[in-house]
Nanobody
Framework: QVQLVESGGGLVQAGGSLRLSCSSS????????MGWHRQAPGGKQRELVA????????DYADSVKGRFSISRDNAKNTVYLQMNSLKPEDTAVYYC?????????WGKGTLVTVSS
């Protein structure tokens, strides 16, 4: 069983920065693929924002490339999402995801609100 706890969300003005953290309990963190997904208000579909493999390879949604950066600290079982140059359209609940086939776990999410 893996438990994920996100933190770092909040209210920020457009152009500002936030860093999200996701702490993972349980085993196998260092070999898992960790991701950040988000779901914008209004019933929009949850979308992948960024992910990082156990080997450190990263992938980003086109909408956040050059602004967001994902990283991980395997010693702390934690994955981070550094978000810079935030835009109002980045407003969403951000969810942490642990993936190691066939296991997949989600955190409860942290709200990021970007005001214009």
């Amino acid at each position: 069983q893996v438990q994920l706890v996100e933190s770092g969300g909040g209210l920020v003005q457009a152009g500002g920065s936030l860093r999200l953290s996701c702490s993972s309990s349980g085993s196998f963190f260092s070999i898992s693929t960790m991701g950040w997904h988000r779901q914008a208000p209004g019933g929009k579909q949850r979308e992948l924002v960024a992910e990082i493999t156990g080997g450190g390879s990263t992938d980003y949604a086109d909408s956040v490339k050059g602004r967001f950066s994902i990283s991980r600290d395997n010693a702390k079982n934690t994955v981070y999402l550094q978000m810079n140059s935030l835009k109002p359209e980045d407003t969403a609940v951000y969810y942490c995801n642990f993936r190691l086939s066939p296991m997949a776990y989600w955190g409860k999410g942290t709200l990021v609100t970007v005001s214009s």
